[in-house]
């Protein structure tokens, strides 16, 4: 009994170790433990539970300063390399950092990288640095903030399914990641003083989009965090509203505010 105490303690500090480890590896052969095309499914889920999925147990984390993704053999498996893979093998790994993250922060050697940016048959969003050799790809927006990092095989693996890792420059932000809904903004031309006034904001079919509203006059009584809002005009005969929505939940690169005016008349007797 004491032997077996024994070996469960040593087996929970080299677990500890271990994680500790993994947790201050950034940005080289594996992230925090796991490495493409070598770990599983379930090498992940013991690292690191379910995650935040439960339609996709070791797909979706969410830590302190990063969202993450990982794509699995199988799952993501549209070229015929990556369907004959062992299933449920990591494909990628996606990092977004969620808090501000700058480039010269990575302490990483230029050494090694090569650089992708913009260009007439590769119309890029952000700037891309891929290590070939290693296998990291890292976009990079205009004021140099890292958006996304992905973790792939390294050179000598990704030979495993060529055709998956053969353009590494598609892992870099593209113009195609960028789903900018229309967002237009309607409410009447003018309203009598005291009628409650309507603004409504219509935007493409994305999901999850949020909607924050600003006005110059009066106060919104309805609707604020959703796509139309109702405001008080008892006290505005004579003014102009003008509301603003701000819509969230979408790529930063597109526009992301509408306005409309209305004029407040006076009451009719």
């Not at 796991?34 to 499914?41: D, N, Y």
């Not at 999925?53 to 969202?67: I, Q, S, V, W």
């Not at 050179?155 to 229309?182: G, M, S």
């Not at 969230?248 to 526009?255: E, F, I, L, T, Y």
Request: proline content about 6%; some cysteine; hydrophobic content about 35%.
């Amino acid at each position: 009994m004491f032997l077996n105490l024994k070996m469960k303690f040593l087996h929970a500090v080299v677990t500890v170790l271990f994680l500790a480890a993994a947790a201050s590896m950034t940005y080289s052969k594996s992230w925090r433990g796991i490495v493409p095309l070598k770990s599983t499914r379930a090498n992940v889920r013991q690292l690191w539970g379910d995650g935040t999925d439960p339609r996709d147990p070791g797909g979706k984390y969410t830590l302190a300063k990063e969202a993450v993704q990982i794509l699995y053999s199988g799952k993501d498996g549209y070229l015929e390399c990556a369907k004959q893979l062992p299933a449920d093998l990591v494909l990628q790994i996606i990092v977004n950092p969620t808090s501000t993250l700058r480039l010269d922060s990575l302490g990483l050697e230029t050494k090694g990288l090569t650089t992708a940016g913009p260009a007439h048959d590769a119309p890029l969003r952000s700037k891309g640095f891929i290590n070939d050799e290693d296998g990291f790809v890292i976009s990079v927006g205009v004021k140099d903030d890292v958006e996304k990092v992905v973790y792939i095989p390294t050179k000598t693996d990704r030979a495993r399914c060529p055709e998956y890792y053969e353009n590494l420059v598609r892992f870099v932000n593209d113009i195609v990641c960028i789903l900018c809904p229309t967002i237009s903004t309607s409410c009447p031309d003018t309203i009598e003083a005291g009628t409650p006034l309507t603004f409504t904001a219509t935007t493409s079919s994305l999901p999850n989009l949020t909607y924050k509203w600003t006005v110059s006059e009066g106060r919104i009584t309805e609707g604020q965090g959703t796509a139309y809002i109702t405001v008080d005009t008892k006290k505005l005969e004579g003014k102009t509203v003008n509301a603003t929505v701000e819509v969230g939940g979408m790529d930063p690169a597109c526009p992301k505010t509408s306005s409309c005016s209305t004029q407040v008349a006076a009451r009719k007797n």
